[in-house]
T-cell receptor, first 112, second 111 residues
Framework: GENVEQHPSTLSVQEGDSAVIKCTYS??????FPWYKQELGKGPQLIID?????GEKKDQRIAVTLNKTAKHFSLHITETQPEDSAVYFC???????????FGAGTTVTVRA | EAGVTQSPTHLIKTRGQQATLRCSPI?????VYWYQQALGLGLQFLLW???????NRGNFPPRFSGRQFPNYSSELNVNALELEDSALYLC??????????FGPGTRLTVT
């Protein structure tokens, strides 16, 4: 089955700086890679996703890059703000069974 | 547009009892997925229902089961509860391939 590894597990950044979270996956059949943000006491919120026919996607301050050859993808958050503090999860799926395999999560803290 | 809703918000059970968790998908979504999120851990895939049928299940014992109703809402049943079943149970719904939207979860505590 698919195995997704996510690094780092915790990330502390100064407000205004950038944050980068990296994930690797094992199943070459995976073709869909979403990122979720989970705030305390809430369910995960889909913030951006990318499919394997695209190498990069951007939405305002967040961007995701995908390297299918190396089987890794990354989330970039620029100009971080206190409200960006949350747990971020990467996931991989689309191998035919439509389930998502999640990384273990990254706790991001933005220092004011 | 209303999001995915789950009930109850919290559920406290004792070992050996049964728990029933409910999920209503986003209007127009036909797929429902269930995930378990144990404290401090990632999300583990439990079950996937689409058009009323169970399509896939994760590596969980048979005492985890569920169903999907004609209105696409879903129910997750956990029989013979064990302490390690304590977790946040998340439901997600999907209309197109893979884009899953999550509800707020049901916090199950087994004592």
């Amino acid at each position: 089955g698919e195995n997704v590894e996510q690094h780092p597990s915790t990330l502390s950044v100064q407000e205004g700086d950038s944050a980068v979270i990296k994930c690797t996956y094992s199943d070459s059949a995976s073709n869909y890679f979403p990122w979720y943000k989970q705030e305390l006491g809430k369910g995960p919120q889909l913030i951006i996703d990318i499919r394997s026919n695209v190498g990069e996607k951007k939405d305002q301050r967040i961007a995701v890059t995908l390297n299918k050859t190396a089987k890794h993808f990354s989330l970039h958050i620029t100009e971080t703000q206190p409200e960006d503090s949350a747990v971020y999860f990467c996931a991989a799926g689309g191998g035919g069974d439509y389930k998502l395999s999640f990384g273990a999560g990254t706790t991001v803290t933005v220092r004011a | 547009e209303a999001g995915v809703t789950q009930s109850p918000t919290h559920l406290i059970k004792t070992r050996g009892q049964q728990a029933t968790l409910r999920c209503s998908p986003i209007s127009g979504h036909t797929s429902v997925y269930w995930y378990q999120q144990a404290l401090g851990l990632g999300l583990q895939f439990l079950l996937w229902y689409d058009e009323g049928e169970e399509r896939n299940r994760g590596n969980f014992p048979p005492r985890f089961s569920g169903r999907q109703f004609p209105n696409y809402s879903s129910e997750l049943n956990v029989n013979a509860l064990e302490l390690e079943d304590s977790a946040l149970y998340l439901c997600a719904s999907s209309q197109r391939r893979n884009e899953q939207y999550f509800g707020p979860g049901t916090r199950l505590t087994v004592t």
